[in-house]
């Protein structure tokens, strides 16, 4: 079975000039952790993601792998909000992701998108594969959503 069958339904895809604060505004109208970022011809450039902007929020010592060890706790918490408000008007474009993006053909078999999400992640994006045009994305839910109607087509 292709992958394309377990695409979620109505995707949220974003402009790469939308400001932050505008994209995290669609997220939560959507109840939504990412979307495609897609050009003016619908073609995929980028995932934005919740992920992707806590990631950007983190001080850099923090985020480095295991980070700083230390004894005594900080209160980042405020530091956080505030490094929040200085992105909202920045563009959906400087935050996302343009290289790390998890994507598939409409044809790929639902196994391969499936090992896809458990060595990559979610979400898998499904691209055409002449044009890199953004079709859908696949998540873990959809994927099982997807298996499971499988399952009850067979009874």
Not at 5 to 28: F, H, N
Not at 78 to 85: D, F, V, Y
Not at 118 to 139: C, N, R, S, W, Y
Request: proline content about 7%; overall charge neutral.
């Amino acid at each position: 079975m292709p992958c394309h069958a377990a695409m979620m339904d109505k995707p949220l895809t974003l402009s790469p000039d939308t400001e932050i604060e505008k994209a995290l505004a669609e997220l939560k109208k959507k109840k939504r952790d990412f979307a495609a970022v897609v050009d003016e011809d619908g073609v995929l450039i980028g995932l934005f993601s919740l992920y992707i902007l806590m990631k950007n929020l983190l001080p850099v010592s923090v985020a480095v792998t295991g980070g700083i060890p230390l004894d005594i706790p900080i209160k980042a918490a405020p530091g956080i909000a505030k490094r929040l408000r200085k992105v909202y008007p920045l563009k959906v474009q400087e935050l996302m992701e343009r290289k790390k993006i998890n994507t598939v053909y409409p044809q790929t078999p639902i196994w391969e998108c499936i090992n896809s999400i458990l060595t990559h992640g979610a979400p898998v994006m499904v691209i055409e594969d002449d044009q890199g045009k953004f079709l859908g994305a696949i998540t873990e839910r959809s994927a099982f959503e997807e298996l499971q109607r499988l399952q009850e087509s067979d009874k």
